[in-house]
């Protein structure tokens, strides 16, 4: 790579060439199409993304994509203890305890 950013994309490239096992990249390109579809309306627009409209635009559910994360990172090799894997849950019941006010 050149200096500059390096996106998912790129990543996708660096699986496919490395990693020999078909299921990793079959699973890194589900997800890395599910962001194609979602990511730029998530990011740059105030809108609702419920969970029904994910799969509307993904084919894919939001419980599926972590599942699909989680079978990623440890199949990578990463040991994440099970608490780790709900602090976004966490987060989103914070943010809506002040947001409920």
């Known amino acids: 790579f050149k200096e500059g950013p ?5 990543l996708l490239w660096l699986i496919q060439d490395i990693i ?7 699973n890194a390109k ?11 309306l998530a990011a740059h627009e105030i ?3 419920t969970p029904e409209k994910i799969i509307k635009l993904t084919g ?4 599926r ?10 199949g990578s090799g990463l040991s994440v203890p ?8 966490f ?3 914070e943010i809506l305890k002040y947001v409920a006010r």
């Open 82 to 89: 099970g608490r780790q894997w709900q602090s976004y849950d």
């Open 6 to 10: 390096v996106y998912s994309q790129h």
């Open 20 to 26: 020999k096992e078909s299921r990793i990249f079959d």
């Open 65 to 74: 994509m972590m599942q699909l994360i989680k079978e990623l990172v440890l």
């Open 47 to 49: 809108v609702s993304v």
């Open 60 to 63: 894919m559910s939001p419980d």
């Open 30 to 40: 589900k997800l890395r199409d599910a962001e194609e579809h979602i990511r730029n």
């Open 91 to 93: 987060m989103n019941e």
